[in-house]
Protein backbone atom coordinates (compact mmCIF):
# COMPACT_ATOMS: atom_id res chain seq x y z
CA UNK A 1 0.00 0.00 0.00
CA UNK A 2 2.70 2.69 0.50
CA UNK A 3 0.56 4.71 2.94
CA UNK A 4 2.76 5.12 6.14
CA UNK A 5 0.32 4.40 9.00
CA UNK A 6 -1.31 6.83 10.56
CA UNK A 7 -2.55 6.57 14.37
CA UNK A 8 -6.16 8.00 14.51
CA UNK A 9 -5.37 9.91 17.90
CA UNK A 10 -2.25 12.21 16.62
CA UNK A 11 -4.49 12.72 13.81
CA UNK A 12 -7.37 14.28 15.41
CA UNK A 13 -4.94 16.00 18.18
CA UNK A 14 -3.21 18.24 16.04
CA UNK A 15 -7.27 19.12 14.80
CA UNK A 16 -9.57 19.35 17.88
CA UNK A 17 -13.32 18.73 16.92
CA UNK A 18 -12.02 17.12 13.43
CA UNK A 19 -11.85 13.64 12.74
CA UNK A 20 -9.95 13.32 10.42
CA UNK A 21 -6.37 14.29 8.88
CA UNK A 22 -6.24 14.13 4.65
CA UNK A 23 -6.83 17.13 2.39
CA UNK A 24 -10.36 15.89 1.28
CA UNK A 25 -11.80 16.05 5.08
CA UNK A 26 -10.15 19.18 5.59
CA UNK A 27 -11.54 21.00 2.79
CA UNK A 28 -14.71 19.38 3.75
CA UNK A 29 -13.85 20.55 7.58
CA UNK A 30 -13.89 24.88 6.36
CA UNK A 31 -16.94 24.45 4.11
CA UNK A 32 -18.23 23.24 7.31
CA UNK A 33 -16.87 25.92 9.23
CA UNK A 34 -17.58 28.38 7.24
CA UNK A 35 -20.85 28.47 7.05
CA UNK A 36 -21.48 28.05 10.36
CA UNK A 37 -19.44 31.18 10.90
CA UNK A 38 -21.75 33.04 8.55
CA UNK A 39 -24.49 31.19 11.15
CA UNK A 40 -22.53 33.87 13.92
CA UNK A 41 -21.61 30.37 15.12
CA UNK A 42 -18.29 29.72 15.07
CA UNK A 43 -16.58 26.35 16.35
CA UNK A 44 -19.70 23.69 16.82
CA UNK A 45 -18.82 19.93 16.62
CA UNK A 46 -20.39 19.10 13.70
CA UNK A 47 -19.72 15.44 11.49
CA UNK A 48 -17.75 16.59 8.42
CA UNK A 49 -19.37 15.53 5.21
CA UNK A 50 -17.17 12.66 3.40
CA UNK A 51 -16.45 13.98 0.18
CA UNK A 52 -15.22 11.31 -2.82
CA UNK A 53 -13.74 11.77 -5.51
CA UNK A 54 -15.47 9.47 -7.92
CA UNK A 55 -12.45 9.18 -10.23
CA UNK A 56 -10.15 7.89 -7.24
CA UNK A 57 -12.86 6.07 -4.97
CA UNK A 58 -13.13 2.26 -5.27
CA UNK A 59 -16.48 1.63 -6.59
CA UNK A 60 -18.25 -0.61 -3.61
CA UNK A 61 -16.75 -1.57 -0.46
CA UNK A 62 -18.47 -4.47 2.09
CA UNK A 63 -19.48 -3.25 5.33
CA UNK A 64 -19.63 -6.31 7.86
CA UNK A 65 -21.78 -5.65 10.84
CA UNK A 66 -20.35 -8.31 13.17
CA UNK A 67 -23.42 -8.24 15.75
CA UNK A 68 -26.71 -6.23 16.18
CA UNK A 69 -26.13 -3.65 18.84
CA UNK A 70 -27.49 -4.92 22.19
CA UNK A 71 -27.97 -8.39 20.31
CA UNK A 72 -31.61 -6.50 18.93
CA UNK A 73 -31.63 -7.90 15.25
CA UNK A 74 -32.65 -5.17 12.78
CA UNK A 75 -33.09 -5.07 8.99
CA UNK A 76 -29.99 -3.25 7.40
CA UNK A 77 -31.03 -0.23 4.76
CA UNK A 78 -30.20 0.41 1.85
CA UNK A 79 -27.86 3.00 1.90
CA UNK A 80 -27.72 4.64 -1.16
CA UNK A 81 -32.04 5.19 -1.21
CA UNK A 82 -32.12 6.12 2.33
CA UNK A 83 -29.09 8.15 3.21
CA UNK A 84 -27.59 8.88 -0.20
CA UNK A 85 -24.59 7.28 0.16
CA UNK A 86 -23.37 5.55 -2.79
CA UNK A 87 -20.91 2.38 -3.16
CA UNK A 88 -22.02 0.36 0.65
CA UNK A 89 -22.67 -2.77 0.57
CA UNK A 90 -23.94 -3.80 4.15
CA UNK A 91 -24.11 -7.56 5.44
CA UNK A 92 -24.98 -9.31 8.46
CA UNK A 93 -23.77 -12.65 6.96
CA UNK A 94 -20.53 -13.79 8.99
CA UNK A 95 -19.50 -15.94 5.76
CA UNK A 96 -18.70 -12.59 4.27
CA UNK A 97 -15.85 -12.11 6.67
CA UNK A 98 -13.04 -13.30 4.04
CA UNK A 99 -13.92 -10.83 1.54
CA UNK A 100 -15.29 -7.83 3.92
CA UNK A 101 -13.82 -4.69 3.23
CA UNK A 102 -14.47 -3.56 6.83
CA UNK A 103 -16.02 -4.94 10.09
CA UNK A 104 -18.06 -3.33 12.35
CA UNK A 105 -17.79 -4.44 15.57
CA UNK A 106 -20.20 -2.74 18.50
CA UNK A 107 -18.38 -2.42 21.87
CA UNK A 108 -20.89 -3.98 23.99
CA UNK A 109 -21.99 -6.93 22.17
CA UNK A 110 -17.81 -8.33 22.34
CA UNK A 111 -16.68 -6.75 25.94
CA UNK A 112 -19.60 -8.32 27.40
CA UNK A 113 -19.23 -11.44 26.11
CA UNK A 114 -21.89 -11.74 24.42
CA UNK A 115 -20.18 -12.60 20.90
CA UNK A 116 -16.79 -13.27 20.19
CA UNK A 117 -14.34 -10.85 18.49
CA UNK A 118 -13.53 -11.51 14.59
CA UNK A 119 -11.06 -14.60 14.23
CA UNK A 120 -8.03 -12.58 13.99
CA UNK A 121 -6.25 -15.89 11.91
CA UNK A 122 -7.68 -15.36 9.06
CA UNK A 123 -8.39 -11.38 9.02
CA UNK A 124 -7.87 -10.76 5.69
CA UNK A 125 -5.28 -8.11 4.67
CA UNK A 126 -6.20 -4.23 3.96
CA UNK A 127 -9.44 -5.25 6.12
CA UNK A 128 -10.35 -3.08 8.58
CA UNK A 129 -12.13 -3.22 12.07
CA UNK A 130 -14.77 -0.25 12.85
CA UNK A 131 -15.02 0.00 16.65
CA UNK A 132 -18.12 1.63 17.40
CA UNK A 133 -20.03 2.84 20.94
CA UNK A 134 -22.44 5.50 21.88
CA UNK A 135 -22.25 4.92 25.59
CA UNK A 136 -20.15 6.42 28.16
CA UNK A 137 -16.89 5.01 29.22
CA UNK A 138 -18.62 4.85 32.64
CA UNK A 139 -20.70 2.25 30.69
CA UNK A 140 -17.77 0.72 28.71
CA UNK A 141 -16.25 -2.43 29.85
CA UNK A 142 -13.67 -4.27 29.08
CA UNK A 143 -11.67 -1.83 26.87
CA UNK A 144 -8.85 -3.36 27.58
CA UNK A 145 -9.23 -6.55 25.73
CA UNK A 146 -9.78 -4.55 22.99
CA UNK A 147 -6.79 -3.08 22.19
CA UNK A 148 -4.40 -3.16 19.25
CA UNK A 149 -6.74 -4.73 16.97
CA UNK A 150 -9.00 -1.79 15.60
CA UNK A 151 -8.27 0.60 12.49
CA UNK A 152 -11.08 3.25 13.05
CA UNK A 153 -13.11 4.17 16.07
CA UNK A 154 -17.12 5.79 15.61
CA UNK A 155 -18.53 7.68 18.38
CA UNK A 156 -20.25 10.10 19.62
CA UNK A 157 -16.74 11.62 20.64
CA UNK A 158 -16.02 14.60 18.01
CA UNK A 159 -12.33 13.19 17.93
CA UNK A 160 -13.20 9.84 16.77
CA UNK A 161 -12.55 9.21 13.65
CA UNK A 162 -15.81 8.55 12.33
CA UNK A 163 -17.70 11.54 14.55
CA UNK A 164 -21.48 10.86 14.83
CA UNK A 165 -23.41 12.91 17.41
CA UNK A 166 -26.65 12.12 18.79
CA UNK A 167 -27.89 15.15 17.49
CA UNK A 168 -26.02 18.27 16.02
CA UNK A 169 -27.58 21.72 14.74
CA UNK A 170 -27.57 22.31 11.08
CA UNK A 171 -29.19 25.28 8.92
CA UNK A 172 -32.49 25.84 9.31
CA UNK A 173 -33.15 24.86 5.55
CA UNK A 174 -31.03 22.05 5.53
CA UNK A 175 -31.89 18.28 5.93
CA UNK A 176 -32.50 19.08 9.54
CA UNK A 177 -35.87 19.28 11.42
CA UNK A 178 -36.28 23.16 11.85
CA UNK A 179 -36.66 24.53 15.24
CA UNK A 180 -40.01 25.56 16.14
CA UNK A 181 -39.46 29.71 16.70
CA UNK A 182 -39.71 31.06 20.28
CA UNK A 183 -42.58 32.57 21.42
CA UNK A 184 -42.92 34.31 24.73
CA UNK A 185 -46.77 32.12 25.17
CA UNK A 186 -46.03 30.96 28.62
CA UNK A 187 -45.95 27.20 28.53
CA UNK A 188 -48.34 25.65 31.61
CA UNK A 189 -45.72 23.93 33.74
CA UNK A 190 -41.94 24.37 35.25
CA UNK A 191 -39.49 21.50 34.89
CA UNK A 192 -40.03 17.78 33.64
CA UNK A 193 -37.34 14.88 33.81
CA UNK A 194 -37.54 11.69 32.47
CA UNK A 195 -35.56 9.36 33.93
CA UNK A 196 -35.53 5.37 33.24
CA UNK A 197 -32.29 4.03 34.28
CA UNK A 198 -32.75 5.61 38.26
CA UNK A 199 -29.08 4.79 39.71
CA UNK A 200 -29.43 6.57 43.92
CA UNK A 201 -25.32 6.77 43.29
CA UNK A 202 -25.86 8.53 40.23
CA UNK A 203 -24.93 12.03 40.06
CA UNK A 204 -28.30 13.36 38.57
CA UNK A 205 -30.02 11.81 41.21
CA UNK A 206 -28.70 13.48 44.09
CA UNK A 207 -29.21 16.64 41.59
CA UNK A 208 -33.28 16.00 41.39
CA UNK A 209 -33.45 15.29 45.07
CA UNK A 210 -31.21 18.70 45.91
CA UNK A 211 -33.64 20.78 43.27
CA UNK A 212 -37.01 19.25 44.29
CA UNK A 213 -36.10 20.94 47.48
CA UNK A 214 -37.07 24.33 46.08
CA UNK A 215 -39.39 23.76 43.08
CA UNK A 216 -41.58 21.18 41.31
CA UNK A 217 -39.89 18.69 39.17
CA UNK A 218 -42.58 16.91 37.03
CA UNK A 219 -40.67 13.18 36.82
CA UNK A 220 -41.87 10.52 34.28
CA UNK A 221 -40.44 7.40 33.11
CA UNK A 222 -39.60 4.63 34.58
CA UNK A 223 -38.94 6.09 37.64
CA UNK A 224 -42.10 8.20 37.83
CA UNK A 225 -45.25 8.75 36.60
CA UNK A 226 -46.08 7.27 32.58
CA UNK A 227 -46.37 10.02 30.02
CA UNK A 228 -49.66 10.99 29.70
CA UNK A 229 -51.62 9.14 27.26
CA UNK A 230 -52.20 11.18 24.03
CA UNK A 231 -48.49 12.54 24.41
CA UNK A 232 -46.83 9.20 23.00
CA UNK A 233 -43.29 10.65 23.37
CA UNK A 234 -41.19 12.67 25.48
CA UNK A 235 -40.62 15.85 22.61
CA UNK A 236 -44.81 16.18 22.99
CA UNK A 237 -44.66 15.80 26.84
CA UNK A 238 -41.92 18.94 27.14
CA UNK A 239 -43.54 21.05 24.82
CA UNK A 240 -45.86 22.04 28.06
CA UNK A 241 -42.49 22.91 30.16
CA UNK A 242 -40.41 25.41 30.23
CA UNK A 243 -37.73 23.71 31.38
CA UNK A 244 -36.24 20.02 30.88
CA UNK A 245 -33.71 18.36 33.01
CA UNK A 246 -31.14 16.92 30.31
CA UNK A 247 -29.11 15.01 32.75
CA UNK A 248 -26.70 12.41 31.20
CA UNK A 249 -25.63 9.45 33.51
CA UNK A 250 -22.29 9.80 33.62
CA UNK A 251 -20.14 13.02 32.97
CA UNK A 252 -17.77 12.49 30.19
CA UNK A 253 -15.98 14.31 27.07
CA UNK A 254 -18.52 15.10 24.40
CA UNK A 255 -20.92 12.76 25.80
CA UNK A 256 -24.31 14.54 25.33
CA UNK A 257 -27.60 12.60 24.66
CA UNK A 258 -31.13 12.80 22.93
CA UNK A 259 -31.83 13.92 26.44
CA UNK A 260 -30.84 17.44 25.57
CA UNK A 261 -31.46 17.12 21.79
CA UNK A 262 -35.12 15.83 22.76
CA UNK A 263 -35.52 19.28 24.68
CA UNK A 264 -34.12 21.53 22.15
CA UNK A 265 -36.95 20.00 20.11
CA UNK A 266 -39.45 20.43 22.04
CA UNK A 267 -38.73 24.52 22.77
CA UNK A 268 -37.52 23.46 26.44
CA UNK A 269 -34.64 25.49 27.98
CA UNK A 270 -32.35 22.44 28.79
CA UNK A 271 -30.66 22.19 32.24
CA UNK A 272 -28.13 20.41 31.91
CA UNK A 273 -25.52 18.07 33.92
CA UNK A 274 -22.95 15.75 31.92
CA UNK A 275 -19.50 17.34 30.70
CA UNK A 276 -18.41 21.43 31.04
CA UNK A 277 -20.23 24.10 30.08
CA UNK A 278 -17.50 24.92 27.41
CA UNK A 279 -17.80 21.13 25.99
CA UNK A 280 -21.41 21.82 25.61
CA UNK A 281 -21.02 25.33 23.64
CA UNK A 282 -19.35 23.10 20.99
CA UNK A 283 -22.28 21.58 19.98
CA UNK A 284 -24.62 24.64 20.70
CA UNK A 285 -25.19 28.24 21.80
CA UNK A 286 -23.99 29.32 25.17
CA UNK A 287 -27.52 30.59 25.64
CA UNK A 288 -29.17 27.91 24.25
CA UNK A 289 -28.95 26.27 27.81
CA UNK A 290 -28.32 26.73 31.92
CA UNK A 291 -25.79 24.34 33.01
CA UNK A 292 -25.80 23.36 36.63
CA UNK A 293 -22.45 24.68 37.05
CA UNK A 294 -23.77 28.24 36.16
CA UNK A 295 -24.73 28.68 39.96
CA UNK A 296 -22.64 28.73 42.90
CA UNK A 297 -25.96 26.73 44.56
CA UNK A 298 -28.60 24.33 43.57
CA UNK A 299 -31.07 26.90 45.18
CA UNK A 300 -30.06 29.73 43.17
CA UNK A 301 -30.81 27.70 39.85
CA UNK A 302 -34.06 26.73 41.51
CA UNK A 303 -34.54 30.89 42.02
CA UNK A 304 -33.35 31.48 38.57
CA UNK A 305 -35.71 28.63 36.74
CA UNK A 306 -38.50 30.29 38.44
CA UNK A 307 -37.58 34.02 37.77
CA UNK A 308 -37.94 32.96 34.37
CA UNK A 309 -40.95 31.39 34.29
CA UNK A 310 -42.40 34.42 35.35
CA UNK A 311 -40.78 36.59 33.13
CA UNK A 312 -41.08 35.70 29.18
CA UNK A 313 -39.32 38.80 27.99
CA UNK A 314 -36.22 37.01 29.93
CA UNK A 315 -36.96 33.77 29.37
CA UNK A 316 -36.45 34.28 25.27
CA UNK A 317 -33.09 35.49 25.97
CA UNK A 318 -32.93 31.70 26.05
CA UNK A 319 -34.79 30.82 23.09
CA UNK A 320 -34.18 33.76 20.32
CA UNK A 321 -31.35 31.55 19.04
CA UNK A 322 -33.64 29.09 17.43
CA UNK A 323 -33.99 30.92 14.69
CA UNK A 324 -32.24 30.08 11.64
CA UNK A 325 -31.75 26.24 12.94
CA UNK A 326 -32.58 22.96 12.45
CA UNK A 327 -31.58 19.78 13.98
CA UNK A 328 -30.36 16.69 12.84
CA UNK A 329 -30.83 13.30 14.99
CA UNK A 330 -28.72 10.33 13.21
CA UNK A 331 -30.95 7.39 13.21
CA UNK A 332 -29.56 4.64 15.06
CA UNK A 333 -27.92 2.14 13.89
CA UNK A 334 -28.68 2.74 9.86
CA UNK A 335 -26.98 5.41 9.60
CA UNK A 336 -24.61 4.93 11.95
CA UNK A 337 -23.81 1.91 9.16
CA UNK A 338 -24.16 4.01 6.14
CA UNK A 339 -21.70 6.47 7.42
CA UNK A 340 -19.02 4.35 8.55
CA UNK A 341 -19.12 2.41 5.19
CA UNK A 342 -18.82 5.88 3.49
CA UNK A 343 -15.62 6.65 5.76
CA UNK A 344 -14.54 3.18 5.05
CA UNK A 345 -14.83 3.68 1.47
CA UNK A 346 -12.94 7.16 1.52
CA UNK A 347 -9.82 5.72 3.23
CA UNK A 348 -9.66 2.40 1.33
CA UNK A 349 -6.04 1.52 0.58
CA UNK A 350 -4.60 2.71 3.74
CA UNK A 351 -3.59 2.23 6.77
CA UNK A 352 -5.44 2.83 9.92
CA UNK A 353 -4.78 1.96 13.57
CA UNK A 354 -6.04 2.86 16.90
CA UNK A 355 -3.56 3.10 19.72
CA UNK A 356 -4.47 2.72 23.12
CA UNK A 357 -8.13 2.85 22.65
CA UNK A 358 -8.72 3.21 26.44
CA UNK A 359 -6.53 6.00 27.49
CA UNK A 360 -8.19 7.68 24.46
CA UNK A 361 -11.73 6.96 25.14
CA UNK A 362 -11.43 7.18 29.43
CA UNK A 363 -9.85 10.65 28.34
C1 LIG B 1 -5.61 -2.59 11.08
O1 LIG B 1 -5.16 -2.71 12.41
C2 LIG B 1 -4.37 -3.86 12.64
C3 LIG B 1 -4.14 -3.97 14.14
O2 LIG B 1 -3.56 -2.81 14.65
C4 LIG B 1 -3.11 -3.74 11.83
O3 LIG B 1 -2.30 -4.87 12.05
C5 LIG B 1 -3.48 -3.62 10.35
O4 LIG B 1 -2.33 -3.40 9.57
C6 LIG B 1 -4.45 -2.49 10.12
N1 LIG B 1 -4.95 -2.58 8.76
C7 LIG B 1 -5.30 -1.52 8.03
C8 LIG B 1 -5.79 -1.81 6.67
O5 LIG B 1 -5.20 -0.37 8.40
Known sequence: ????????????????????????????????????????????????????????????????????????????????????????????????????????????????????????????????????????????PALWRLEELFNVTMSYRADSDVFLPYGYLVQKHGDGQPLSEPSRTSRPRLVAWVVSNWVESQARVAFYYHLSQYIQVDVFGRAGRSIPEGLGSVVRLVRRYHFYLALENSQHTDYITEKLWNAVLAGAVPVVLGPTRKNYERFLPPEAFIHVDDFPSVEALAGYLLALSRDPARLIGHLRWRTGFGLRQPTFWGEHYCTACKALRKTMGQTQVVRDLTQWFES
Open 1 to 140: MGVRPRRSRECSKTRPGASKCDGHFLTAGLVAATFLVLLGVSLLHLPEPVALDPATAVREVTLLIWTHPFGRKRPLPDCLARYGVDGCVLTDEPRAYPHADGVLVHHRDVASGGAELPPEATRPPGQKWIWINYESPSHT
